[in-house]
T-cell receptor
Framework: NAGVTQTPKFRILKIGQSMTLQCAQD?????MYWYRQDPGMGLKLIYYSVGAGITDKGEVPNGYNVSRSTTEDFPLRLELAAPSQTSVYFC?????????????FGPGTRLTVL | AQRVTQPEKLLSVFKGAPVELKCNYS??????LFWYVQYSRQRLQLLLR??SRESIKGFTADLNKGETSFHLKKPFAQEEDSAMYYC??????????????FGQGTILTVHP
């Protein structure tokens, strides 16, 4: 199993550009999450999904959109990138049931907006 | 709303010394607490959870509901313990959908 994969690893965007951060998992997990990690701020939940076709906002959703058309994929879309979106983005997944407390993380995408 | 506070951004100890990473939380309901760790060039991963009452890599953490704390302790630190540590909270119950609230993180450095 590859676990949770994210692409790209690094990206530099200009203000106003758009991009999609890709996330995929091969563990058949129902729950998936997007976080951003800022220095000294910890991880903040952007969006989450409890299954294909079902998504909901987290703590910091402004400026982002998500979709979940399959169990495996959970892309994060940035529209009109702003310098405040410079961060490291982590995707995670977890199973439903007894082991829901274990989230499996991807390697992260480091995004810089200039 | 819940909140998790890790008061120390940086913590340095020498090998063999005891280490304690502090975590305090605020939540009016019944919380579930976790410690996650990120070693250099590795992914964030679960270290331990309060429900399990287990010791992982020599680390333990006890949930103190009176003091609303979940400090992580190890009696003898090792160099390989150097990493970023995150304390995290989850609401008990199925409607949490596994969502975690993370603290700000503590970078632990263990010197030889």
């Amino acid at each position: 199993n590859a676990g949770v994969t994210q692409t790209p690893k690094f990206r530099i965007l200009k203000i106003g550009q758009s991009m999609t951060l890709q996330c995929a998992q091969d563990m058949n997990h129902n729950y998936m999450y997007w976080y951003r990690q800022d220095p000294g701020m910890g991880l903040k939940l952007i969006y989450y999904s409890v299954g294909a076709g079902i998504t909901d906002k987290g703590e910091v959703p402004n400026g982002y959109n998500v979709s979940r058309s399959t169990t495996e994929d959970f892309p994060l879309r940035l529209e009109l990138a702003a310098p405040s979106q410079t961060s490291v983005y982590f995707c995670a997944s977890s199973p439903v049931g007894r082991n829901t407390d274990t989230q499996y993380f991807g390697p992260g995408t480091r995004l810089t907006v200039l | 709303a819940q909140r998790v506070t890790q008061p120390e951004k940086l913590l340095s100890v020498f090998k063999g010394a005891p280490v304690e990473l502090k975590c305090n939380y605020s939540y009016s309901g019944s919380p579930e607490l976790f410690w996650y760790v990120q070693y250099s060039r590795q992914r964030l991963q679960l270290l331990l959870r309060h429900i399990s009452r287990e010791s992982i890599k020599g680390f333990t953490a006890d949930l103190n509901k009176g003091e609303t704390s979940f400090h992580l302790k190890k009696p003898f630190a090792q160099e390989e313990d150097s990493a970023m540590y995150y304390c995290a909270l989850r609401r008990a119950g199925g409607t949490s959908y596994g969502k975690l609230t993370f603290g700000q993180g503590t970078i632990l450095t263990v010197h030889p």
